[in-house]
């Protein structure tokens, strides 16, 4: 179903009169988005998040005819970032016009796919604001941070797992998706991708710009690149990383499983102000009424480097 402006405003209406504190945002520091999404950590699940969405082919076709993603790599990843930014640290009203910015944009995205991809035939419509596409895009982001998490703090609760799936429904809705297509556990999220996992298919498209992202896209792959690749291909479905023609080999997964292992009693020990996200530090100084700060500022800008840096662009 084709999320209308109208539908979106609906969705956002009935958002917003659920929201009790709209200074703190659709979560707030209490919640447990801002806890498991809070730090730079994240980060290290990005090309896994971003891969999985261009192994749908609606998704992979849509960049691939309506962006320029790779003529301007740090311009995209600057704008993405500051519109979940916005939504996921934002007071109400950031997030609610970050969302309506975003759905402006994806109305002029649509399309047919040139060819068979998997289970998708050639000619198959595809749309930006299709719920069911932005659930899966949503999904990626969801599943991504909690294998991340228990990659560096060990399995979590179930009980942690489902409030923070129940609480990133508030994200989708800012995005006009249904109710219908939500999950109110995470074993209903965990279903949901085992399902749609096993329908992705890589298309040619999806694999060349997998390998811009981790740096293949020029005549030298920057050490970032390698390192992400690495990273990516241990956190995605085996069958993934070879259709996306990564470099995974059992040493190279022995590798990553022993770097992150070793990082991650390290990170744990760091206090929490060093490895927040800035937006994250940004907003517990906005609710507490102190002005911005120059240091988290300079790290937003260091974090948004990291795409010219990994890809080599």
């Not at 796919?113 to 289970?119: C, H, I, N, Q, S």
């Amino acid at each position: 179903m084709i999320v209308t402006r109208d539908m979106l405003e609906d969705s956002l209406a009935t958002l917003a009169r659920e929201i009790r504190e709209p200074r703190h945002g659709i979560y707030g520091p209490g919640s447990v988005s801002w806890r498991l999404a809070g730090d730079v950590a994240v980060f290290i699940g990005g090309g896994r998040a971003a891969l999985l969405q261009l192994a749908h082919p609606f998704v992979a076709y849509a960049i691939a005819e309506h962006s320029r993603t790779r003529s301007d790599v740090v311009g995209r990843f600057q704008r993405t970032f500051r519109n979940v930014f916005a939504i996921t640290f934002g007071e109400l009203d950031a997030a609610l016009a970050a969302a309506r910015r975003v759905h402006a944009v994806h109305v002029r995205i649509a399309g047919v796919l040139p060819e068979r991809v998997g289970g998708w035939a050639a000619g198959t419509p595809y749309a930006a604001n299709d719920d069911a596409t932005l659930r899966w895009v949503h999904a990626t982001l969801v599943d991504t941070v909690l294998v991340v998490r228990e990659r560096l703090d060990g399995e979590l609760p179930v009980a942690i797992k489902d409030a923070y799936v129940v609480e990133q429904n508030r994200f989708a809705r800012l995005f006009g998706i249904r109710d219908a297509l939500l999950p109110r556990s995470w074993a209903e999220h965990a279903a949901y991708m085992e399902r749609a996992v096993a329908s992705l298919a890589v298309s040619p498209p999806a694999r060349e710009m997998g390998a811009f992202l981790v740096g293949r896209g020029g005549a030298r792959q920057p050490a970032l690149g390698r390192i992400a690749e690495s990273i990516t291909a241990t956190l995605l479905p085996r069958y993934l990383a070879t259709a996306f023609g990564l470099a995974d080999s059992p040493r190279t997964t022995a590798a990553v499983h022993a770097a992150l292992a070793a990082f991650a009693p390290l990170y744990r020990r760091l206090p929490s102000r060093a490895i927040a996200l800035p937006a994250r530090s940004e907003a517990v100084r906005r609710i507490a009424g102190k002005p911005r700060s120059a240091v988290a500022a300079w790290s937003e800008r260091q974090l948004f480097g990291l795409a010219q840096r990994t890809t080599g662009a």
